[in-house]
C-alpha cells in the first residue's frame, strides 16, 4: 500500500494529465453526440499527433538546458524543401536516402543554433528568432517561389506517411520509437543525464567536470536532427512541400511540452509527461472541430491554454515548496 | 588585474568617468554611425534620385511605424526581459479600433479605445510577470502573442476594416512642412525616452534591475512597478504603432504587422543594448533604427526580395549579438572581473 502511494505521488503530474485526458474525452465524446471514440478517429488523432510529438521530444531537451529553439518550423520547412527538391530531379533515390539528406540538413542547422547559443553565449530566443528567419528566407529561395506538389513525389516516398506496419500508420510507429530511444537516452545514459544536470545549474555542472558547451550544443544539434527528421515526414504526409511549411508549428511543440510539465527555465521534464502533454495538445486540435468551434478560436484557445497550465505549474511548484520549507521546519 | 578591476569598476558603478578619446571613439555608435554612412553611400550610388530630401523623407515613412515600439521595447531589453508579444498587439488593437469605428463610434474615440486595448494588452503582460517572477518574459509573451492575435482573428476572421474618415489618413501620410507627421512624433518620443533613461531616477532604476533584480529589490527599488510600467508603455507604444500603420494603410487586418517583433527586437539589439539586460542607450537604439530601416529601403530599391531581406535581418539580429560576445569569450574571464569588482565595491561601502 505504501508503495502504490509513492507511485501514486511520485507520478501525480502524469497522472493528472491522464485523467484529463479521460474527461476530456468523455466530454467531447457527448458534445460531439458519439463522432469521436470511433477507431477511425482515434487514428487520425494518433497519426495527427505523431509529427507534433517527435518534435516534443528534441524540444523537450533544449527547454531542460534551460533554452528554447523557434527556428524548428523553418528547419522542418527547409529540410522538407531540400529533400523534395532532390527527389524531384532524382526520382530514382529511395525514400531512406531523402529521410537521412533530410536530418543531415536538420543537424546541420540545428548546430549552428548550437554553437550561437553555447559558444556565442547569444540569448537562445534571440539567436533562435534570427535563425527562424534565415532558415525561412533560405527555404524561400531554394523553392524560388513555387511549390512541390504531389506529382513531383514518388510513392514509394509518400508511402513513408501513409503506409502502415501491422495496421498502425508508419508515424505512429516512428514516433513510438523516437520516444523509447528518448526515454533511454534521457533517463540511463550519461549524455542524457548531462542534459539535465546542465540544466539544473550550468555553474554546479561546469564545475563537475561536464563539459557544458558540448552538452548545450548536444541538445540543439539533437533538436535540429529530429526537426530535420519530422519535416520531411510533414511534407511527405501532406503531400506538398511550400515556403510556407510549417510555419508558427514551434508554438505547438512548445505547447505540448509546456503541457506535458516541462518546466521553462530548465532543469525539469519528463519524456512520459510530454508525450501526454503531446497528446492532450492533439486530442484539443482533434476535438475543436468535432465540437463545432470555429476555427478562428482555436489559435487563442491554444495560447491561452499555454499560458494557463505555465501559471499552474509556478503555483504547484510554490506549493511543493511551501511544503518543503514547512517539513523541515518540524 | 588590479587595473582591469579598477576599470571595469568604474565601467560598472560611476556615471560620470574622465573623458578619454580612445574610448570615446571605441564606442558602438560610431561603428553605427559608419554602417548608416556605408548604406547611403551605396544607396546614392544606385540611384541618382536617393540623395534628395523628399525622398529620404518618404524612405523614413516607410520604417518609422516600427521604431515607435522600438524606445519601450530598449527599456523591456535593459531589464533583461523580452516582449515578443508587441505585432500581435499592435494587431489586437488596430483590429478593436477599427471595430469601434464600424460600429457607429466617432474616430477619435475609437482611437483612444485602440489605445487603451494595447495598453491593457503591455499591462496583462506586466502583472503576469510581476505577479509571478518565475516565469520567464519570453514564454509569458509567446503565449500572449497567440492569444491577442488569435482573438483579433476571432474578432474580425478573414475581413477588413476601412473607410476611415480622411483627416485619419494624415497621421500616416501627412507631413508639416515637408517633414513627415511621423518622424516628428519618433522625435518626440525619442527625446522622451532619453530623458527618461538617462535623467531620471526611473531610468536609473531600470539599469539596476536590469544588472540584478534581486540587489535592487533589496536596496529598495520598487522593482514590481517598475517592470509593470515598462510592460505597460510597451503596450501603449505598440498600439500608437498601430494607430499610425492603420492610417498608412487605410485599413485594418487581423494579419497585419505578422513578424514586426524580430525587425523591432534587431533594431534594439544592433542598438548596443545588451540582450541580458543592463546596458545599452537610446542614441545606439536610434542609430539601429536608420541602420536598418535605410538598408531595407535600399535593398528593396534593387529589387532583393523579401526573403533575401529577412535572411540579412535575421543574420544581422545573430550578427550584433555576436560581437560583444565574441570579444568577451577572447577577453577570457570578463565575468569574474565584473562579479569581484561589484563585490569588492560593496565592501568598500
New interface residues.
Partial sequence: MNRLKRFFFANIREISSILVIILLSIFVEYRSGGNFLTVENISDLLTETAILSILAVGMMMVIITGGIDLSIGSVMALAGMIGTTVLKNNRHLSPLTIIVLAIGIGILSGFINGTLVAKLRILPIIATLGMMNVFRGITYIISNGKWVMQADMTPEFMQVASGKIFGINNLVVMAIVVYAVGYIFLNFIRTGRKIYAVGNSEESARVSGINTVRTIRLAYTIMGAVAGFAGILYVAKFAVSQGETAVGYEMNVIAACVLGGVNISGGTGRVQGVLLGALLLGLLNNAMPLIKISSFWQEAIRGLIILLSIIVNSLIQRNVEAKALRRRNI | MGDATNSSATRIISADREFSIRRFFLQWEWMLVAMLLIINAVNVSLSPNYANFNNIMNAMRDFLDKAIVVFPMAFVILLGE?D?SVASTMALSSVIMGISYREGIPMPTAIVIGLLTGTACGFINGI?LVK?P???S???T??????????A??LL?TKSVGGFPTWFGKFGWGKVGSVPIILLFTIVEAMFFAYLLHKTKFGRRTYAMGNSTTVSRFSGIKTGSIKLTIFTFTGLFSAIAAVFLASKMGSVRPDVAR?Y??DI??MV?LGGVE??GGKGNILGTALAILVIGFLRYGLGMVNV?S??I??I??????IA??IP??K??IGGANWYIKLTSIGKQFNKR
Wanted: net charge negative; no cysteine; charged share 10%.
Fill in positions: 523580452i515578443i503576469v509571478f518565475e516565469l520567464s519570453m514564454i509569458v509567446l503565449s500572449t502573442q497567440i492569444i491577442f492575435r488569435g482573438i482573428s476571432i476572421e513578424g517583433e524580430l527586437i534587431a539589439v540582450s541580458s526580395t526573403q533575401v529577412m535572411i535581418v535575421g543574420a544581422l539580429l545573430v549579438v555576436a560576445n565574441f568577451e569569450s
